[in-house]
């Protein structure tokens, strides 16, 4: 039995509230305890798809000299990365022990540990962490990897794999990754071309890539968890600084924009100069970090006006940087135009499941489920199907955080949590009277709950 999911965000909580522990103590583990006995499994393999732990949402970096953050200093070819790789180890080790001091990292921890115990000696259980972009340093760090398979004491250390696919033909017919891939502001195609004096063609899955830091990282910290970290400087109202910690859960993320204006409309008059000065104050600190400058010279995007990400955050500081909370608003639609900046509205991912479902390397091997995370939004898409029941389908496992989107009217903003799981059973599991499957067989469960849970 193989289950997935992806993008709990698991963060130290200074600039964002975690998944409520209950997720995986009354839900998630139930859950799979109870598939596993039901369905006879003859192993569990739990896939993290990606962003499981979170080193970006975080004023850690922002109490640090701006020398010793991850996209400044002298930025190392092969990572983009600031080339002080003992200092940076030493960071990130310390953002992951105050992850896992939280309560949802030790729900988690407990969660994987108590399915380990409960089924030792009787069903063999693995624990794939598929890195998605928030976690991206795993990709470099031994001693992270290692640090955070110390957290599961229950597991043997052949028992924990760290990887950026998960491919089983034979068993569960899937192939399993992030889907940051196909997002270019997280996914540095363009920086590996320019540091490494690459041509135009570069396989997309090149190991080397997913190495590289991107854009989308010093965006999270210097920029969302910036806005937080400079109002909690000048501020002690914690209704109001919670309120805030929800822009990261704002999806698709250019809404993010909005979802201040919005969200500021309806604020005290002294919290909208505080909000709309950190915005600026943030904006700018994502402007002056060693990547940026690198990123705006590989010109990764090129955008209606002209120009790539950098351009347009410098575009929208110059509208912006001599107006006051409410002049902002004849201003506002200027929002819209960062559409693409993240990625359009629409889960467009689909397009490069499709595209790896006619790779000739997949097409042979059969694969009938391409799982990705990513975009927070859970979906599922038939690209074919057989009379005899087989399938090529394109599966989006979510996120169990908030899920905040512009409602319908494009007038408010919405939220609820969005609970996905996805199950796949080899064919000699989940079997009618013990007789074997054609094919494996797949359960998709995603649940929605509305509840407005007190942040810790």
């Given at each position: 039995m193989l289950v997935s999911f992806s993008d709990i965000h698991l963060t130290d909580e200074t600039t964002a509230v975690n998944v409520n522990p209950e997720a995986f103590t009354?839900?998630?583990?139930?859950?799979?305890?109870?598939?596993?006995?039901?369905?006879e499994a003859k192993e569990i393999r739990i896939v993290l798809n990606g962003d499981g732990l979170d080193f970006?949402?975080?004023?850690?970096?922002?109490?640090?000299?701006?020398?010793?953050?991850?996209?400044?200093?002298?930025?190392?070819?092969?990572?983009?990365?600031?080339?002080?790789?003992?200092?940076?180890?030493?960071?990130?080790?310390?953002?992951?022990?105050?992850?896992?001091k939280t309560k949802s990292g030790k729900a988690f921890a407990s969660m994987l540990n108590s399915i380990s115990k409960k089924f030792a000696g009787s069903i063999p259980v693995k624990f794939t962490y598929i890195i998605g972009n928030h976690d991206r340093i795993l990709n470099t760090s031994l001693n992270l990897r290692t640090k955070l398979s110390g957290y599961l004491t229950s597991f043997k250390s052949y028992e924990i794999e760290f990887t950026n696919e998960y491919l089983n033909a034979n068993d569960y017919s899937v192939l399993c990754r992030h889907g940051h891939e196909w997002d270019n502001a997280n996914y540095g195609i363009e920086i590996y071309k320019y540091l490494n004096n690459k041509g135009d063609f570069v396989p997309r899955f090149d190991r080397e890539i997913y190495k590289l830091q991107t854009i989308g990282e010093v965006i999270t910290?210097?920029?969302?968890?910036?806005?937080?970290?400079?109002?909690?400087?000048?501020?002690n109202d914690k209704k109001f600084i919670d309120s805030l910690k929800d822009l990261n859960n704002v999806r698709p993320l250019t809404d993010a924009f909005l979802w201040l204006?919005?969200?500021?409309?309806?604020?005290?008059?002294?919290?909208?100069?505080?909000l709309l000065d950190a915005f600026k104050e943030s904006l700018?600190?994502?402007?002056?970090?060693?990547?940026?400058?690198?990123?705006?010279?590989?010109?990764?995007?090129?955008?209606?006006?002209?120009?790539d990400i950098t351009d347009r955050f410098e575009q929208l500081l110059g509208l912006i940087e001599d107006l006051d909370f409410d002049s902002i608003n004849k201003y506002v639609e200027i929002f819209k135009l960062f559409d693409n900046i993240f990625g359009s509205s629409k889960d467009d991912f689909a397009d490069g499941a499709m595209t790896e479902f006619k790779n000739k390397y997949?097409?042979?091997?059969?694969?009938?489920?391409i799982l990705y995370g990513h975009t927070h939004e859970e979906r599922h898409d038939y690209f074919y199907g057989d009379r005899d029941g087989k399938v090529k389908m394109y599966i989006n496992t979510g996120t169990f955080l908030p899920y905040i989107q512009r409602t319908s009217?494009?007038?408010?903003?919405a939220s609820a949590y969005q609970m996905s799981m996805v199950f796949i059973y080899r064919k000699d599991e989940d079997t009618d009277e013990g007789a074997a499957n054609k094919f494996p067989t797949m359960e998709?469960?995603?649940?929605?709950?509305r509840k407005k849970y007190k942040n810790p």
């Amino acid at each position: 039995m193989l289950v997935s999911f992806s993008d709990i965000h698991l963060t130290d909580e200074t600039t964002a509230v975690n998944v409520n522990p209950e997720a995986f103590t009354k839900i998630l583990q139930k859950e799979i305890e109870l598939c596993a006995v039901k369905n006879e499994a003859k192993e569990i393999r739990i896939v993290l798809n990606g962003d499981g732990l979170d080193f970006v949402r975080t004023d850690y970096w922002l109490n640090k000299d701006k020398s010793e953050r991850p996209w400044n200093g002298t930025l190392d070819k092969k990572t983009a990365m600031n080339n002080n790789s003992a200092k940076m180890d030493l960071h990130y080790g310390n953002i992951l022990d105050d992850i896992m001091k939280t309560k949802s990292g030790k729900a988690f921890a407990s969660m994987l540990n108590s399915i380990s115990k409960k089924f030792a000696g009787s069903i063999p259980v693995k624990f794939t962490y598929i890195i998605g972009n928030h976690d991206r340093i795993l990709n470099t760090s031994l001693n992270l990897r290692t640090k955070l398979s110390g957290y599961l004491t229950s597991f043997k250390s052949y028992e924990i794999e760290f990887t950026n696919e998960y491919l089983n033909a034979n068993d569960y017919s899937v192939l399993c990754r992030h889907g940051h891939e196909w997002d270019n502001a997280n996914y540095g195609i363009e920086i590996y071309k320019y540091l490494n004096n690459k041509g135009d063609f570069v396989p997309r899955f090149d190991r080397e890539i997913y190495k590289l830091q991107t854009i989308g990282e010093v965006i999270t910290s210097e920029l969302m968890s910036g806005i937080i970290y400079r109002i909690k400087a000048k501020s002690n109202d914690k209704k109001f600084i919670d309120s805030l910690k929800d822009l990261n859960n704002v999806r698709p993320l250019t809404d993010a924009f909005l979802w201040l204006y919005w969200y500021g409309t309806a604020i005290a008059t002294q919290n909208k100069k505080l909000l709309l000065d950190a915005f600026k104050e943030s904006l700018k600190n994502v402007l002056e970090t060693e990547l940026a400058k690198l990123w705006d010279k590989t010109k990764t995007e090129i955008w209606l006006f002209s120009g790539d990400i950098t351009d347009r955050f410098e575009q929208l500081l110059g509208l912006i940087e001599d107006l006051d909370f409410d002049s902002i608003n004849k201003y506002v639609e200027i929002f819209k135009l960062f559409d693409n900046i993240f990625g359009s509205s629409k889960d467009d991912f689909a397009d490069g499941a499709m595209t790896e479902f006619k790779n000739k390397y997949y097409f042979e091997k059969d694969i009938q489920y391409i799982l990705y995370g990513h975009t927070h939004e859970e979906r599922h898409d038939y690209f074919y199907g057989d009379r005899d029941g087989k399938v090529k389908m394109y599966i989006n496992t979510g996120t169990f955080l908030p899920y905040i989107q512009r409602t319908s009217d494009k007038k408010s903003f919405a939220s609820a949590y969005q609970m996905s799981m996805v199950f796949i059973y080899r064919k000699d599991e989940d079997t009618d009277e013990g007789a074997a499957n054609k094919f494996p067989t797949m359960e998709l469960w995603n649940g929605i709950k509305r509840k407005k849970y007190k942040n810790p």
